[in-house]
């Protein structure tokens, strides 16, 4: 179990519905948003229909197994979450050699010295220029006696929409980008989360909607979830019983939702370790159970 530390958060208030979504933006990349307001990523979908499918869908993720933040402070001594990197124009860069080549951009990749690397097999690296205003996202990071490599590679214009070559990966299994689906201490801190959040399944249909471009599944079963799919938090769900951090949580999956992205654990959401979480607060999102989803019918979105 991950491990648990009490870091109080100070100040957090619930930003009113009101008004145009904020573009997110990073801290240490101020000039750069993540994605125009036009992607899929911070586009609301609390307007759109229910699919048609969706009971059969959240059942087969699971009616009553309740969300997990995998993401916090520190698990087994590690950072634990998905951490991002900010660079420079200035960073040194570096050609890779990667397992899957015919679906990684070549690059090159600007790679700090200090390089964050999640921890675990997934190794993920997330890289902002903050200069140039590129995301360089990278799978299965590691240095060697010969240079660095990794699984996969994917290089992303954030002041831009497009998508993955279809039936390409990135870094993720969906060919999706990681960075503006975390969820991040910076946001709740000022109290709102302006886009849709990244998750997990165990099971995935052998098959990808828009956004995704790829698939990692050979099970045929329609009531899978095929990669790409948005789910979203049911309106007439109750938060006030929730912390402010978590309710802010809570608020972006009833507007945004969140979208498969990856196999894994069952309503795994994932974020940015920040040793200003405070764990306990994070895992009263327990209490929420796949049953309190619903399957957003995406169609209208641009597909491509």
């Known amino acids: 179990m991950k491990g648990v530390r009490a870091v109080l958060v100070a100040g ?8 145009a979504a904020t573009v997110p933006h990073l801290p240490g990349a101020p000039a750069c948003p993540l994605f125009p307001a036009s992607n899929v990523w911070n586009k609301r979908v609390d307007t759109l229909p229910v699919a048609t499918n969706s009971a059969a869908i959240i059942g087969s993720i699971g009616l009553e197994t309740g969300l997990h933040p ?17 660079a420079s124009k200035k960073t040194k ?15 090159p990749y600007p790679i700090p010295a200090n390089v964050k690397i999640e921890a675990g097999s997934d190794r993920h690296a997330l890289i ?9 996202e990278l799978y299965a990071l590691q240095k060697t006696t010969k240079g660095w490599r990794a699984g996969s590679g994917a290089i992303w214009n954030l002041r831009s929409n497009k998508l993955r070559p279809k039936s390409w990966t990135s870094a993720d299994a969906a060919g999706l980008p990681i960075l503006p689906g975390l969820v991040r201490y910076d946001e709740v801190a000022r109290g709102q989360i302006d886009h849709a959040l990244r998750f997990t399944v165990e099971n995935t249909r052998n098959t990808y909607i ?9 099970q ?36 945004y939702g969140m979208i498969v ?3 894994g654990a069952n309503w795994y959401i994932s974020g940015a370790p920040d040793r200003r979480w405070n764990d306990n607060l994070l895992h009263t999102l327990d209490r929420v159970k796949g049953a309190d989803f619903e399957v957003v019918d995406t169609s209208s979105l641009r597909s491509g």
């Open 128 to 136: 902002v220029d903050r200069d140039r205003c590129y995301l360089y």
């Open 210 to 218: 828009y956004p995704a471009r790829h698939l990692a599944s050979d």
């Open 93 to 107: 860069r570096y050609r890779l050699s990667f397992l899957y080549a015919s679906e990684s951009d070549k690059g």
């Open 70 to 86: 995998d993401f916090g402070t520190v698990w087994d001594g590690h950072p634990n979450g998905i951490p991002y990197t900010i």
């Open 220 to 255: 045929t079963d329609p009531n899978l979830p095929p990669m790409g799919l948005r789910v979203r938090l049911r309106a007439d769900f109750d938060t006030s019983g929730f912390p402010r951090p978590v309710r802010i949580i809570l608020t972006a999956l009833k507007r």
């Open 261 to 263: 992205a990856d196999n």
């Open 12 to 19: 957090v208030v619930l930003a009113s519905s009101a008004g």
